[in-house]
């Protein structure tokens, strides 16, 4: 029922672990590659995994009796937001004035160790993590990240995520706040929309060097979407089909909402 629905509305398909989901998908692209007529649009197939991609990718192939699928893309979620939609275009947007003619953003994996890699410390928040032994931790800008359905900023610490609001409004946070505030006579001493500046102008410098972590990747793609190539990408990609969509992060939805508006 679901490799023969229509193309022309969205469809979920639910099922259990193991029922052969991704088989399903590879199926589905199949039968719509082998009645595809378009020449210079195709169908997206999105997964997570590059395991998953070679199922479809076989699946496909053996389905369609095709070995060369242009116009389509078969792919993982990632690799087609970085090659269809930020590489090529984010640096417009983030003012990054590239190296040597080259615009490609450089990605650092949040859990990069400071002290082997001494050129993050360029990269320091103006607002520190004080811990619950009242010790200062500095806070680096490849460690932050943001959620647009949380609509919050979190950070790295350890192997933990950190969300900002509940970190700025913890106790003992206030408590330093409040000391400081008298002591120094600053009665906006870290007010909370300084804060949040400070980890926006944080990012945006380290954007602007051309450096980016894996979540500023699709809050790049959001912001790349709305501004610039959703209405010619949608033409690109009309359909778009993905595995294991139920494993979607709320800004990787964000990303398909924007191409799912444009039509």
Known sequence: KYIQSSIEKNTFLKACAGSGKTEVVGLKAAYEIKKWKEKNKGIAILSFTNDATDVIRD???QFSGKSNIFPHYIGTLS????SYIVQPFAY???RYQGSKGDFSINIVDENTEIFSNHWLRNFKCAIAYIDTKKKFNNIYAHQIGFDVIKNDFYFRIGYT???LKDYYRSERVQKYISEQREKLNLPKFWEESYVRECFIKCKNNFWKSGHANFNDMNIL???VLKNIVCDELVKR?????IDECQDLSGNELKVLECLKNKG
């Not at 990609?237 to 089909?241: A, D, M, Q, R, V």
């Open 161 to 163: 995520n950190v969300w």
């Open 59 to 61: 699946r496909v192939k």
């Open 92 to 94: 417009k947007l983030i």
């Open 79 to 82: 690799s087609f937001i970085h």
């Open 221 to 223: 793609a959001i912001r």
């Open 237 to 241: 990609f009309p359909l778009i089909i």
